[in-house]
């Protein structure tokens, strides 16, 4: 356990703080749980409020260029209104809900490159505090892990992820950005796009499926992006057959040159095959896709730069409250 030190509310001496998450990677739009440990300074004081803020580190891009910063996404209170004695030490427990739309930070275990972090906020004598910043791991939801699955069995790479700021028009997202995956492109469409970006925005009721394809131009006409969207429902993840079913969506994509708009605004695709009927089983499609994508993610330096990337949003993370 590592605890931090509350400097800012009452001055040295003060009480300090460590969050411990539970183990294991969470579920978006499921529960979050974990404990917030408090031990008590030189002096008893009473503790107003205790929250939970979730954070992401996010682009957004501008007339000057890209920049990267830090969106709070969700906050939440998980205790507060009671005396912290002399080197008292209390344990809260707490169990809050992910957003559905919390992007997805790993694969099979494998980061994605994408830091999200869990930060204290502790309210002592008027004044809020910062306390620890702890990494937030999510794994994919079953339909996304399939979707994923089904793009590395039909041969499609892992480039990169990254969150953007901004809202993709004609969505149900929620959240003030969305998460890019970006995937090299399986040979046999490798004459038809650059790239192939992907995004889920989940919800309750199932997951939108956001693609949008850096497609290549021809001898007589420039490249162009291709955007659409498909909307599956939770309980269809055991039920189809993912690669036929992802196949088809680029096989629609890369054949229909004029149906798709772009990020600005864009209707419902309102197209067959969008998770709504029943088909064969996973059987090999999942088998096979299951070493796709995430041996992607490992092999080469992806996944070194990942981990080199998030360690740095935590520092600077760290440092920022340190000199607040």
């Known amino acids: 356990m590592v605890f931090k030190r509350l400097l800012g509310a009452i001055g040295v001496g003060g009480p300090s703080v460590d969050t411990v998450l539970d183990g294991g990677a969470a579920l978006p739009g499921g529960a979050l749980t974990g404990r917030v440990l408090l031990r008590g300074g030189g002096s008893a004081v009473d ?26 996404f969700e906050r939440f209170t998980v205790g507060g209104g009671f005396r912290l004695g002399e080197g008292e030490e209390r344990e809260l427990p707490f169990s809050v809900p992910l957003p559905w739309e919390t992007p997805v930070t790993e694969l099979h275990g494998q980061p994605l490159g994408v830091a999200l972090g869990v930060r204290t906020e502790v309210a002592v004598a008027g004044a809020r505090d910062k306390g620890d910043l702890d990494p937030l791991a999510v794994r994919p939801l079953p339909v996304q892990e399939a979707v994923l699955e089904a793009f ?11 969150l953007e700021y901004g809202h993709i028009g004609g969505t ?43 497609k290549r131009g021809g001898p007589f006409s420039a490249g162009h992006d291709a955007l659409t969207r498909f909307t599956v429902r939770h309980e269809d993840a055991p039920a189809l ?7 088809g969506w680029i096989r629609r994509m890369t054949e229909h040159h004029d149906a798709y708009g772009s990020h600005a605004a864009y209707g419902h695709a309102g197209m067959p095959g969008t998770g709504h009927h029943s088909g064969p089983g ?43």
């Open 47 to 72: 503790i107003e409020h205790i929250g939970l803020e979730l954070i992401a580190r996010v682009e957004a891009e501008h007339a000057e260029g890209e920049s990267e910063g830090s969106v709070v």
């Open 152 to 162: 590395g069995g039909l041969g499609f790479g892992f480039r990169s992820a990254d």
């Open 172 to 214: 149900g997202q929620r959240l003030p950005f969305y998460q890019e995956i970006e995937l090299t492109p399986a040979p046999q469409y490798a004459h038809a796009m650059n790239e192939l970006e992907l995004t889920f925005l989940a919800s309750p009721a199932g997951v939108e499926i956001v693609l949008e394809a850096d």
């Open 241 to 247: 057959d993912w690669q036929a079913e992802v196949d």
């Open 282 to 324: 996973l059987g090999t499609a999942v088998a096979a896709g299951a070493a796709g994508l995430a041996v992607g993610v490992v092999g080469g330096m992806v996944a070194a730069e990942a981990v080199d990337e998030i360690g740095d949003f935590f520092e600077g993370e760290e440092d920022d409250a340190e000199e607040a």
